[in-house]
């Protein structure tokens, strides 16, 4: 199944600043992101973020935040679990999310499984999802495979969103695909 920037929803987990220094490649990681937040602009899918605890792990880093559409703090590692993100979802229904974030085996795990669980479709952009350690991230990796999400690099998604070479994103992300990394 293909994703569409008309029916997608892009929500970033827990980016923030006091959390990204401990994720293993977590240059690399921030830069995928980057690269997914904007070519989700250039295709006008809306940018969410979720940020646990943010008194503690600090808001979401700085880079990614002009690009952000709407913040939801959380204190559940599944952000799906949380009523207010709920509530926020209950307008999106019938869009796929694809998920990014930090960690990969605990809060984005979470949230992918809990909103699955919830009817949600959900994509997984791998590529821009990190943990502190690469052996908790496969072991992520491997559980959502298990369970039946859909794995997605950033520019399989970038690009299903920008459909055609002709289409007014495609320029921006094809020049953001060039600059990443």
């Known amino acids: 199944m293909l994703l569409s920037a008309e029916n997608s929803l892009l929500l970033l987990i827990d980016y923030q600043t006091k959390l990204m220094p401990a994720i293993a490649e977590g240059a690399r990681v921030l830069n995928r992101a ?10 006008g899918v809306p940018i969410w973020a979720t940020e646990q605890y943010p008194h503690g792990l600090g808001e979401t880093v700085p880079d990614l935040i002009p690009l952000i559409t709407r913040r939801l703090t959380k204190t559940h590692f599944n952000a799906a679990t949380e009523a207010h993100v709920q509530d926020a979802l209950a307008l999106w229904q019938g869009r ?15 949230t992918a499984l809990g909103l ?21 991230k496969a072991l992520a990796r491997d559980r959502l ?3 039946g999400l859909p794995l997605i690099s950033v520019e399989m ?25």
């Open 34 to 43: 980057r690269l997914l937040t904007d070519a989700a602009q250039a295709c």
């Open 96 to 110: 796929r999310i694809v998920l990014a974030g930090c960690e990969a085996h605990v809060c984005l795990l979470q």
């Open 116 to 136: 699955k669980s919830q009817g949600w479709a959900v994509s997984v952009a791998l590529d821009a999802c990190g943990s502190r350690h690469l052996d908790d």
């Open 145 to 147: 495979i298990h369970a």
């Open 157 to 181: 998604a970038a690009f299903e969103w920008a459909e055609h070479k002709d289409s007014a994103a495609f320029k921006a992300v094809l020049g953001a695909v060039k600059h990443a990394d």
